[in-house]
């Protein structure tokens, strides 16, 4: 499947391998220092594969100690073995073979975090995307399927614990020191899915019981002394289990879940069958340690990989290029849920809000690809918010344009119809296809083209007849993937609102489109609604939910969008409205040299807060204003960041003027009594709480209110929201530096604290930063290799700082790839995945614009830069 250079897989190389592996035998054996692999493969040759075919295992820095067949050694001229592959000829034709394979590797060594490796003494593997070749010969591709059986060897005080998949099937002493445990997977798996487990663990277990009656025993794993913050998590992962039954008519599998929370992990999490491993982060939480938004993070992240169960493992992928058929799918069905199991509008706009901050960009810059991607150099460099939001945000479209019971009958069709395969896109969207008796040939489109489509939307309305007529035009242009611009199928879902905030009757719309109700299908490059025998104009409520992952263009008059945040029946409606008039009052004051938004639109916000019709947490999202970030992405040309800080700071404090009753008001209505309480109606009281806390602060010039607000917190949520007011709008000051420095001496032992206390400090958009961030790469504390506290400081500040990250003389530039540079030698996952901050370069003014060329070609200019990071700047660059 490489291409000549090596380098490039394609979609269209795709075939099948030549040989299967039907069952895996496997022996690990850990010792301190070093760690021996046996395995024994069950393979037999693919009918129809050539008879002369080589086997090809992959590999990647392994030393092979072992090599027989059917239980003789192979001789020399039979194989030939390197590092990264393991070839045999002359292999059975027919009938089923046995190949041993020993080998050894060193997981204290292995900093890529891919493979076996360990953790704070915890050794445990993460295998998705090609992690398993690091381990052991295999044909790592997820459409090899096979049964494993796993029996692990190690020191019983080194690790009393030993996991792998499946159910534990037995186990014992050996001898003094040593003990093992055998586990056996009963359903064929490809190798990404593989783990293994073993350390000094403290647990919790639960049991549930499943739908039908099956016992399943529970258990999430944590370091030593941290089991107490699992509950919240095992309490989500029991409510996944059932809301997947509910939802989906899914039930679990095995006689076990186990879930190990790790503090070395590259990603959030991963599926693994029947275990789980997890970065700490998404697992451990009490009140005085994690805010609201991270509680809602590992509800989020159990339920997802929970979900895999299904859509991932039951059914997985053909190919890595169909990655989005179980992540966009599965991050759609952990939204479902917690939408169901929170407040619907307000995870839908924490939803739009994350894909415009995160994919929009990446769909509109150099990094640009399709939901499904057709070539990549390293597969790792695609789990990104395309293939993740973008690919939630297609299933999502799928399921409005069939609507919820067709879309259910899809989804059952889907698992019967591939349970146990490696399934592609095609067959997925064939199965709506079929249960909605609908052609979904243009829609696939989404999956094919790039880039993220303009919707123009205008209206004419003519008094004397009573008729409105709305135009729709979608245009795509040809972005850095350079794939299609065809027309495609946009599900757009509208109202008409009365002057009263009544939702008016539509079904009378005539059309040259499809239109269902309140849904337009617009499938050509344009189309006309007319509405007749209207009573007055109605203000068009458009775009409802983001039916489509699009970019809106609407010329609306900001009469309507302020009548529309106040009378929208749709929540969604209400905070659309409103959002895209701040948005672009603020890109106009950005872009025409005025210091603030205007006064009318700071009102509509004050209103929005005090509207008591609509819950606290929506209410915080309308009361919020775009990050500069967010706004690096509206100014979108020639952006000078240093302009955006300046109005988006004058902007805050003008709205803390103008709401300051109102604010002070609601921000004692909300005061903290009571015992905590994670839930969303708590949590959402906070937020209101803890949003108005900056726009009063910097209005009255004076830290105190925040100053008070930390010294009473009672919980992370409250302490954290006045810590980032001091820090980020009172940098510098005594205030901030008293309290950064009685946060880290009270959480100084607790590491994901220390995560936020250093990303908080990197994030602050101030002109001491960056010093600041230097002596932080050299504070004792710093780890680059650990992914998390390299994160906190990179994209801290990289991510979320665009004014000191861009800073015109390039500094910001230059630390960063200097860092990158670092990492690269540790984790070139992990720095990779850094460096795509940089991606918006070239919507720079030209100064900041010539400073990020240099410092990235500087950076990609170097000798031995990995393969993960070089691709990233060869795109970004290119
Ligand atoms: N499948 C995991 C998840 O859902 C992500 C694992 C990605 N790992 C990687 N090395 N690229 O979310
Ligand atoms: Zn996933």
């Known amino acids: 499947m490489r291409d000549e250079d090596g380098v490039t897989i394609r979609l269209e190389d795709y075939r099948p391998a030549d040989f299967q592996i039907h069952h895996v035998d496997m022996t690990v054996r850990l010792f301190e220092g070093h760690a021996e ?412 083209q790039a880039g993220t489509p303009k919707l123009e939307v205008s209206q004419i309305y003519d008094e004397t007849a009573g008729r409105l007529t709305l135009r729709l035009r979608q245009s795509l242009d040809k972005g850095a993937a350079g794939t299609g611009t065809r027309p495609m199928h946009i599900p757009v879902r509208y109202g008409l609102v009365g002057a009263n905030g009544q939702d008016l009757d539509v079904s009378g719309a005539s059309t040259d489109a499809r239109v269902d109700g309140d849904l337009i299908h617009l499938t050509g490059e344009e189309a006309t609604v007319t509405f007749d025998g209207l009573s007055g104009r109605p203000y068009l409520s458009i775009l409802r939910d983001f039916s489509a992952p699009v970019d809106l263009r609407y010329n609306e008059a900001e009469a309507d969008r302020l009548a529309l945040a106040r009378l929208d029946p749709n929540p969604f409606g209400r905070w659309r409205a409103l959002t895209d008039m701040v948005g672009d009052a603020l890109v106009a004051a950005i872009r025409n040299g005025q210091d603030a938004a205007p006064d009318s639109v700071l009102d509509a916000m004050v209103a929005a807060a005090a509207d008591e019709t609509l819950e606290p947490a929506l209410r915080a999202q309308m009361v919020s204003l775009p990050g500069e970030t967010e706004l690096t992405r509206l100014v979108a040309r020639d952006v000078d960041t240093d302009v955006i800080h300046a109005v988006r700071v004058s902007t805050l404090a003008a709205l803390g003027r103008r709401g300051q009753g109102t604010f002070e008001a609601l921000r004692r209505e909300l005061a903290d009594t009571g015992a905590f309480s994670p839930s969303a109606q708590a949590a959402g009281r906070r937020a209101l709480r803890n949003t108005l806390l900056a726009p009063l602060a910097t209005a009255a010039r004076d830290p105190s209110v925040a100053v008070t607000q930390y010294e009473t917190a009672r919980n992370m949520s409250d302490r954290l929201a006045a810590l980032t007011v001091l820090t980020h709008h009172f940098a510098g000051s005594a205030a901030a530096e008293t309290a950064l420095g009685a946060f880290y001496e009270r959480f100084v032992d607790d590491q994901l604290v220390l995560d936020k206390w250093f990303m908080l400090q990197a994030s602050a958009p101030d002109a001491g930063t960056l010093d600041k961030v230097v002596a932080l790469a050299a504070h004792p504390a710093f780890r680059l290799a650990n992914p998390n506290r390299a994160r906190a400081l990179l994209a801290g500040l990289a991510g979320l700082n665009p004014y000191v990250f861009h800073r015109a003389d390039g500094a910001g530039y230059r630390w960063m790839a200097d860092m990158l540079g670092k990492l690269d030698t540790l984790n070139p996952q992990t720095a990779a995945r850094m460096a795509t901050a940089f991606r918006s370069w070239r919507s720079m003014e030209p100064k900041r614009r010539e400073a990020a060329q240099a410092a990235l070609s500087e950076l990609a200019g170097r000798d031995g830069l990995s393969r993960d990071l070089a691709d990233i700047l060869d795109r970004t660059l290119r």
């Open 37 to 448: 692999i046996d395995t024994t493969l069950e393979l037999e040759r693919r009918p129809g594969a050539p008879a002369d075919a080589e086997l090809r295992l992959d590999g990647d820095e392994l030393t092979l100690t072992t090599l027989a067949l059917d239980g003789v050694a192979v001789p020399a001229q039979g194989f030939e073995a390197a590092a990264d592959r393991l070839t045999l000829r002359g292999l059975p034709q027919s009938g089923r073979f046995r190949l041993a394979i020993g080998t050894r590797i060193e997981p204290e060594r292995n900093t890529k975090l891919m493979g076996l490796y360990r953790s704070n003494g915890v050794w445990c593997t993460q295998c998705e995307a090609e992690g398993f070749r690091r381990i052991t010969y295999f044909l790592d591709r997820p459409d090899c399927l096979a049964t494993y059986r796993v029996r692990l060897e190690a020191d019983r005080e080194a690790a009393p614990i030993l996991l792998a998949n499946g159910n534990p099937v037995g186990g014992g002493p050996l001898g003094e020191l040593r003990h093992f445990a055998e586990w056996f997977d009963p359903h064929p798996k490809p190798s990404y899915l593989f783990a293994v487990v073993a350390g000094r663990l403290d647990a919790v277990s639960e049991t549930f019981v499943t739908g039908s009656g099956r016992e399943v025993a529970l258990t999430i794993y944590t370091e030593r002394g941290l089991s107490e913050r699992a509950g919240y998590a095992m309490d989500a992962l029991k409510r996944s289990m059932r809301w997947d039954e509910r939802r989906f008519g899914r039930e679990y599998d095995l006689d076990v879940f186990n879930i190990v929370a790790i503090s070395d992990f590259n990603m959030g999490a991963m599926e693994n069958k029947g275990l789980n491993v997890f970065n700490h982060k998404y697992v451990l939480l009490d009140p005085d340690t994690a805010t609201d938004a991270d509680y809602a993070g590992v509800e989020t992240v159990i339920a997802h990989e929970y979900f895999h169960n299904w859509t991932g493992n039951r059914i997985t992928c053909r190919d890595w290029f169909q990655l989005c058929l179980k992540e966009g799918l599965t991050v759609y069905r952990d939204q479902e849920f917690s939408s169901d199991e929170r407040s619907r509008p307000v995870k839908r706009i924490a939803s739009v809000h994350t894909l415009k901050a995160n994919q929009f960009p990446e769909d509109q810059g150099p990094l640009q690809h399709p939901v499904r991607p057709t070539q990549y150099r390293e597969i790792n460099n695609f789990y990104t918010a395309t293939v993740y939001d973008k690919g939630s945000e297609l299933v999502r479209m799928i399921a409005t344009i069939l609507g919820e019971q067709k879309f259910r009958a899809g989804m059952d069709l889907y698992f019967e119809r591939h349970d146990g395969e490696a399934a592609t896109i095609e067959d997925f969207v064939t199965c709506f296809e079929d249960a909605g008796g609908i052609d979904l040939s243009q829609f696939f489109l989404w999956y094919q």
